[in-house]
């Protein structure tokens, strides 16, 4: 189900929405800005017949996304023969309060990405996925530290998910109230919700000297 590089994905019955097929986006411009807008997912899976999501760090690379995890965990184990999985990523916008209580909603946009997951063993596709990851969460911080030593190498695993059948879900409207509901004495509208980086805090036994890197000042 290989798209190409600039077509949109392709819409499969896993990645049309049941109820509101109209926020589902299939642009690559549109999943790949909500993927690199984040670095946190979530990982879906099956155990033994039973669903495991858990929270991992991941980074796009082109058409694959990298996720970290510890070489003894269950998902990265399994992932040495093929693990089948679901990613995905939601970034928060707003919270949509209406005048009624079920027509409440949040403005949103998110990511899921189906496919099978494999451990990644190549050393040069790990060292560009270590850095991916790094950089995800804060951009130029690969360049700026230690690279791994072979025992934290051995102790780290990385695996990769082809960006093959995915899909973008988007809510990004005002307030939905029932006509009859429009009249009530209740406030409606929308409070959008932003993310910031806080100041720097160093590290207590961090030289006085040492300057902000500056990946660290830039706006």
Known sequence: MQSSPGAAYTATPRTTPARKRDRA??????VHAIL????????????????????????????RLYLHGSTGSRPMRAAA????????????????????AVNHSVNYRSVAAHGTARLVTDPGERALAMDALLDAAVPGRSGDCR???????????IVRLDLDEVAAKVRD?????????????????VIPMTRSLGTPVPAAD???????PPYLTAP
């Open 147 to 157: 690279p791994p030593d072979a025992k934290e190498l051995a102790q780290t695993a």
């Open 25 to 30: 986006r299939y642009d690559r411009a549109t």
């Open 173 to 189: 409207g005002g307030v939905i109230d029932e006509p009859g509901d429009v009249g009530l004495p209740h406030w409606a509208g």
């Open 81 to 100: 023969d093929g693990l089948r999985v679901c990613v995905t990523v939601t970034r928060a916008e707003g919270i949509v309060l209406a005048r009624s």
């Open 36 to 63: 690199d807008s984040e670095w946190i997912c979530h990982l879906g899976f099956v155990v033994d017949g039973a669903p495991v999501v858990l929270p991992t760090m991941y980074a796009r690379v082109g058409e």
């Open 206 to 212: 961090q030289d006085p000297a040492a300057p902000l």
